[in-house]
């Protein structure tokens, strides 16, 4: 069976943590954060600590020859994605796998069109991961990677061998008949609670405790939902009604991402949230009218943040 013996990945943050905290136990030295200049200094010197436990990984810079990496994880920002491709030439060989398990449904094409669908699976993570500084911490019991091929009746053997490694590694792999199914509906929820989140300042736990915070969820959704099965994807009217339940099952006071973004003066992912549910509303005829007010009210946020306003 195909194994992975080495692993590159670059993005550092909340999910990168999640995971590079976790490979480190099976690789060690084989594990490779890739960050240049600063960034790289910075890791080096201060590390993570992640759930309490502190970690310093071998990083390497992106010119430098390490030879090809049996896997690439790219978990980078969508904002920085492109960089991160480039910045991963000298890991990625004719071999390698390729997963970009980032918010989105367009980050594999993305990926695809820099090295080839040959060398790409399609992934995401299910995992709330609260990052202040260098201090990570999420909650093991409810972690896991969704991964695989397009479709996958039968895994191949590709996948078998990230299942395997994962497995090792104490990371929850689910391998989900058809991915790109799986990808618009963690998009349904990323738009609707990172998003509304940010703009009302409020938990997950709030979808619970707030019939009126919820049915502004339930509302953004629908417009992904229409515009996914406009596009073919078949996600239930009801998916995001059933999501509630998931929802209870996250520490109350964790924050979406966006919400995370917003407090630490950061640039958000609203460009890929509710700028592409807008670009593709008006490509499939999808009206789309909370989106567009939650793209200009968060911009309106980053720019107070910016000094601006």
């Not at 299942?163 to 963690?186: N, T």
């Not at 099965?229 to 996600?235: C, E, L």
Request: overall charge negative; proline content about 4%; glycine content about 8%.
């Amino acid at each position: 069976m195909r194994e992975i013996k080495t692993v590159a990945l670059i993005g550092l943050g909340a999910i990168g943590s999640f995971l590079a905290s976790n490979l480190h136990g099976v690789l060690g030295e084989n594990l490779r954060i890739v960050a240049g200049g600063a960034r790289k200094e910075r890791l080096e010197r201060d590390g993570i600590v992640v759930n309490g436990v502190p970690f310093h990984f071998r990083v390497v810079a992106p010119e430098e020859e390490t030879g090809y990496a049996d896997l690439a994880i790219v978990i980078t920002k969508i904002t920085g994605l492109s960089q991160a491709l480039q910045d991963m030439r000298r890991q990625i060989g004719p071999d390698t796998i390729i997963m970009s398990p980032l918010n989105g449904v367009e980050s594999e094409e993305r990926v695809a069109a820099v090295y080839g669908w040959d060398r790409v699976l399609y992934s995401l993570a299910r995992v709330s991961v609260v990052m202040d500084g260098n201090q990570v911490s999420y909650n093991s019991s409810r972690a896991s990677i969704e991964f695989g091929e397009k479709y996958n009746q039968e895994p191949s053997e590709r996948v078998l061998a990230v299942k395997h490694l994962l497995e090792s590694a104490g990371i929850r792999p689910v391998i989900q008949p058809d991915m790109e199914k799986a990808l618009w509906m963690k998009f349904v929820c990323n738009v609707s609670e990172n998003q509304v989140g940010a703009v009302l300042h409020i938990p997950f736990g709030a979808w619970n405790a707030s019939e009126h915070a919820n049915a502004l969820r339930l509302m953004v959704a629908k417009e992904v939902i229409d515009i996914a099965r406009k596009k073919g994807i078949d996600i239930d009217d009801d998916y995001a009604v059933r999501q509630l339940e998931q929802l209870k099952k996250v520490p109350y006071a964790n924050k979406p991402s966006t919400l995370q973004d917003i407090e630490h003066g950061r640039k958000t992912e609203v460009e890929m949230f509710a700028g592409t549910v807008i670009r593709l509303g008006k490509e499939t005829g999808v009206p789309t009218p909370l989106n567009e007010f939650l793209y200009h009210a968060v911009r309106v946020l980053e720019e107070k943040n910016e000094g601006i306003i």
